[in-house]
């Protein structure tokens, strides 16, 4: 399956509002990451939630976020790290 | 737009991981058991995204649901969906199940 | 009610005697739905009673064991390991687990980093090798704070980390599951596999506690 994104790549989730069954939490929407991995393609849970069978598969990244890019009143480290699977197509070019 | 069940970030309690622990119950166990078999591949009645489709219906009486009467309110939401039993079946077998379930708890 | 199917479930003590139910009942309510939706579906042949009761046997069966033992293999058998940090399906279906439908991801810690696992969104858990999650994990405690306050969380499980290491949380939100190959502790180079697997805690592997150095 043809991918958009390759794991080093800076990406933006898309920040929308989208009714229904997602798995994109909205604490990761709109902000900046990086790709950690491609995960590879699974059906789509935004439809497979209404019964259907989750056609046409979408690809599935790891991507890896500064925890300070996450949260304004971060504590940690710096260099701490949250990692989400997100699929691509609430994915953009950062 | 946030759904009940999206809680990343949200301000929260404290963890205690001694008094937040503790084994499954049977009953528990028993609606674990029914989601998995409806799960499993022989049935495919249901997908594990319908049912938190399912659960994150509850809205805000997500929050008040223990966390298995939230698989068990998916369930059987779920089975009236794809029509494996009727509202009716469900009302009527209920109303039995009570009578009987209040007849043991008294003793009698 | 003896001519009810559902006695086999509700039955104190299965053959070999073993107690099967364990704790107080739920509010009348919730064991009426429960209880109302397992019969219609044993009544329209869905589910069968002994389905039910061999459900429950696999997952009284399955406990944190099969993790331990992964987590020490790993340990004693490099090669081994690098499998299951490249591969972990394949690597973990030589001990018989198949993670279908979903994957799994292990993530290593080292002295640099320690991993932690949560899911925000409701409660995903690599069940296939750890079992039934903790009450912790599903609340909406562990489940809110997690990501935000990684460190805030390890405190309250008495877990301290060093200032200077880098947390890693994992959101297990979609199809991947995950499980933190802990530090092998300090003082047990001579340590058999199986000593080694005695060791390991369902909490290491899920990243919010460390495993001591025995005898510490």
């Not at chain 2, 495919?44 to 009486?61: C, F, I, K, N």
């Not at chain 3, 993790?67 to 790993?74: C, L, S």
């Not at chain 3, 802990?182 to 909490?203: H, I, K, N, Y």
């Given at each position: 399956?043809?991918?958009?994104?390759?794991?080093?790549?800076?990406?933006?989730?898309l920040?929308?509002n989208?009714?229904?069954?997602?798995?994109?939490?909205?604490?990761v929407?709109?902000?900046?990451?990086?790709?950690?991995?491609?995960v590879?393609?699974?059906?789509n849970?935004?439809?497979?939630?209404?019964?259907?069978?989750?056609?046409?598969?979408?690809?599935?990244?790891?991507?890896?976020?500064?925890?300070?890019?996450?949260?304004s009143?971060?504590?940690g480290?710096?260099?701490?790290?949250?990692?989400i699977?997100?699929?691509?197509?609430?994915?953009?070019p950062? | 737009?946030r759904?009940p069940?999206?809680?990343?970030?949200?301000?929260?309690?404290?963890?205690?991981?001694?008094?937040?622990?503790?084994?499954?119950?049977?009953?528990?166990?028993?609606i674990?058991?029914?989601?998995?078999?409806?799960?499993?591949?022989?049935?495919?009645?249901a997908?594990?995204?319908e049912?938190?489709?399912?659960?994150?219906?509850?809205?805000?009486?997500?929050?008040?649901?223990?966390y298995?009467?939230?698989?068990?309110?998916?369930?059987?939401?779920?089975?009236?969906?794809?029509?494996?039993?009727?509202?009716?079946?469900?009302?009527?077998?209920?109303?039995?199940?009570?009578?009987?379930?209040?007849a043991?708890?008294s003793?009698? | 009610?003896?001519?009810?199917?559902?006695?086999l479930?509700?039955?104190?003590?299965?053959?070999?005697?073993?107690?099967?139910?364990?704790?107080?009942?739920?509010?009348i309510?919730a064991e009426?739905?429960?209880?109302?939706?397992?019969?219609?579906?044993?009544?329209?042949?869905v589910?069968?009673?002994?389905?039910?009761?061999?459900a429950?046997?696999?997952?009284?069966?399955?406990?944190?064991?099969l993790?331990?033992?992964?987590?020490?293999?790993?340990?004693?058998?490099?090669?081994?390991?690098?499998?299951?940090?490249?591969?972990?399906?394949?690597?973990v279906?030589?001990?018989?687990?198949?993670?279908?439908?979903?994957?799994?991801?292990?993530?290593?810690?080292?002295?640099?980093?320690?991993?932690?696992?949560?899911?925000?969104?409701?409660?995903?858990?690599?069940?296939a090798?750890?079992?039934?999650?903790?009450?912790?994990?599903?609340?909406?405690?562990?489940?809110?704070?997690?990501?935000?306050e990684?460190?805030?969380?390890?405190?309250?499980?008495?877990?301290a980390?060093?200032?200077?290491?880098?947390?890693?949380?994992?959101?297990?939100?979609a199809?991947?599951?995950?499980?933190?190959?802990?530090?092998?502790p300090?003082?047990?180079d001579?340590?058999?596999?199986?000593?080694?697997?005695?060791?390991?805690?369902?909490?290491?592997?899920?990243?919010?506690?460390?495993?001591?150095?025995?005898?510490?």
């Amino acid at each position: 399956m043809e991918r958009k994104f390759e794991p080093g790549d800076a990406v933006r989730v898309l920040e929308r509002n989208q009714p229904g069954h997602v798995r994109t939490p909205l604490y990761v929407r709109g902000k900046v990451g990086v790709i950690e991995r491609v995960v590879g393609s699974f059906p789509n849970p935004e439809t497979l939630a209404y019964g259907q069978s989750g056609l046409p598969y979408k690809m599935l990244y790891r991507v890896n976020f500064a925890q300070q890019t996450l949260w304004s009143d971060y504590d940690g480290r710096p260099e701490d790290t949250l990692e989400i699977e997100i699929y691509e197509h609430w994915l953009e070019p950062a | 737009m946030r759904g009940p069940q999206d809680l990343g970030g949200l301000p929260a309690g404290p963890v205690d991981p001694v008094v937040h622990e503790h084994d499954p119950t049977h009953w528990e166990k028993r609606i674990d058991a029914m989601m998995m078999l409806l799960f499993d591949p022989k049935r495919r009645l249901a997908r594990v995204d319908e049912s938190r489709r399912m659960q994150e219906a509850l809205g805000e009486d997500y929050h008040k649901y223990p966390y298995y009467e939230r698989w068990l309110q998916a369930i059987s939401w779920l089975m009236l969906e794809k029509g494996v039993f009727s509202q009716e079946e469900l009302d009527e077998k209920q109303r039995e199940v009570r009578a009987r379930l209040e007849a043991e708890r008294s003793g009698t | 009610m003896s001519d009810h199917h559902h006695d086999l479930v509700h039955a104190t003590h299965t053959h070999d005697g073993k107690p099967i139910q364990n704790d107080d009942r739920p509010p009348i309510e919730a064991e009426t739905l429960e209880t109302a939706v397992r019969e219609l579906l044993m009544e329209k042949g869905v589910i069968s009673a002994d389905e039910v009761r061999q459900a429950i046997e696999m997952m009284d069966s399955r406990g944190t064991d099969l993790g331990a033992k992964i987590v020490a293999r790993a340990w004693v058998d490099d090669d081994f390991k690098q499998r299951l940090l490249s591969e972990g399906d394949a690597a973990v279906r030589e001990f018989g687990v198949d993670m279908r439908p979903t994957e799994l991801c292990v993530v290593e810690n080292t002295a640099e980093v320690h991993n932690m696992v949560v899911c925000t969104l409701c409660s995903c858990y690599p069940r296939a090798i750890l079992g039934i999650p903790p009450a912790w994990y599903k609340r909406r405690d562990y489940r809110a704070r997690a990501v935000r306050e990684p460190r805030s969380i390890l405190a309250e499980f008495g877990t301290a980390i060093p200032e200077q290491k880098q947390v890693r949380v994992h959101d297990s939100n979609a199809d991947l599951r995950y499980l933190v190959l802990p530090q092998r502790p300090a003082g047990t180079d001579d340590w058999s596999e199986e000593q080694l697997a005695a060791l390991v805690s369902r909490d290491s592997m899920i990243g919010v506690a460390d495993i001591r150095s025995p005898g510490e």
